[in-house]
């Protein structure tokens, strides 16, 4: 499986950015594909997660109600749509993909995910 990560670049205050996550080969049964972010000195933190088996969706709770992510299974893409965007935002943006381990939680999509995208970098400023 590889993913690669694109649509990132500058936005000012208050905008919005599209970043799709290319997706090629596929992982046998349920999965969880995330976007996750990390900005220097720390850690990379989880920003979306969703399940292939019933598209149950995990949001942090700092993008909640301003991040929406979305599959796209004919072109085998992943997107994250971030509206309302803030300088807080701005940090490199990857896409990852694991397999699904039991039910979904939040924890569903976490740092060592054994298929990352390349990173993104988003930055947010006027």
């Keep these: 499986v590889q993913l690669q990560a694109s649509g990132g670049g500058l936005v000012q205050p208050g905008g919005s950015l599209r970043l799709p996550c290319e997706v090629s080969g596929a992982i046998s049964g349920a999965y969880a594909v995330g976007?996750?972010?990390q900005v220097p000195g720390?850690?990379?933190q989880v920003v979306?997660?969703?399940?292939?088996?019933?598209?149950?969706?995990y949001y942090g709770d700092s993008v909640k109600g301003r991040f929406t992510i979305s599959r796209d299974l004919v072109k085998n893409e992943v997107y994250l749509e971030m509206n309302g965007l803030k300088p807080e935002d701005s940090a490199v943006?990857?896409?990852?993909?694991?397999?699904l381990r039991g039910a979904f939680t939040r924890w569903s999509c976490y740092p060592g995910m054994d298929y990352w995208g390349k990173g993104t970098q988003v930055t947010v400023s006027s």
């Design 93 to 99: 943006y990857y896409c990852a993909m694991d397999r």
């Design 35 to 37: 976007w996750f972010r």
């Design 48 to 57: 979306a997660c969703l399940s292939s088996y019933d598209g149950s969706l």
């Design 42 to 44: 720390k850690e990379r």
